[in-house]
């Protein structure tokens, strides 16, 4: 952090996806990419993070590239991928491939199982998990690597009340330790309850960048005064 966005674009063969980006990220909020299906704040994410390379435009992290500041941030996908192992065994890998010291990973592992509440299930394969359990181990996974930076990427979607719930909760305790979030969802709700900061993306566009409480107390976008009010976006 700080993170600077200017004349963001991107596209794909021969569609736009996203264009004319310009924001800015102060320190210690925790950011909502809000829009509906499509509109392109998965693509956005991954830029930030580095997996895409912008078309148009540029993203700088205190000075640095995506690419560059890709080692202070973890990211979890919507359908995370989980090793053919056990949970604590997808714990251990991914701090032994960062080059986290032998001697310091039991501490990180049962930290990270401890903020999932995986423990009981700490030998069992991660495979067989639930989608809210399989989540929770994406997150705590990124989490031990102690990012600055987490960006997650509808980390509750398609998954029942509880699970959501328990995604919240993890998320909450994830950032009281230090650790910044940025994530986008679809959910108003979720939105209403995590938000400081909402940016609110349609059609690859960002419509309105403002304090969540602001935001939803009157959005100035049509289209956002639609969408959180439950209408249909064309």
Avoid: Y
Avoid at 25 to 47: D, E
């Amino acid at each position: 952090m700080p993170l600077r966005v200017r004349e963001l674009g991107f596209a794909a063969g021969g569609k736009t996806i996203l264009e004319g980006l310009n924001f800015e990220v102060r320190r210690g909020a925790r950011v909502v990419i809000l829009g509906p299906n499509g509109a392109g704040k998965s693509v956005l994410l991954r830029i930030l993070h580095g997996l895409l390379r912008p078309t148009a435009g540029t993203v700088s992290w205190n000075g640095k590239s995506p690419a560059q500041a890709r080692h202070q941030q973890g990211m979890v996908f919507q359908r995370p991928v989980m090793l053919r192992r056990s949970v604590i065994a997808n714990l251990q890998h991914a701090l032994a491939v960062r080059g986290v010291p032998r001697a310091a990973r039991p501490a990180r592992v049962a930290e990270a199982l401890r903020a999932a509440g995986l423990e009981v299930m700490a030998r069992q394969s991660a495979r067989t998990l639930s989608g809210g359990e399989q989540q929770r181990l994406a997150i705590a996974r990124a989490w031990a690597l102690r990012p600055q930076i987490l960006l997650l990427d509808e980390p509750s979607s398609n998954l029942d009340p509880d699970a959501v719930a328990a995604i919240e909760k993890m998320i909450l305790a994830v950032e009281a330790e230090g650790t910044r979030i940025i994530m986008t969802t679809h959910d108003i709700g979720q939105a209403r309850r995590l938000a400081d900061e909402v940016m609110f993306i349609h059609r690859g566009r960002l419509r309105e960048h403002a304090a969540a409480h602001a935001f939803f107390a009157g959005p100035s976008d049509p289209a956002a005064a639609r969408f959180i009010s439950g209408g249909l976006l064309a």
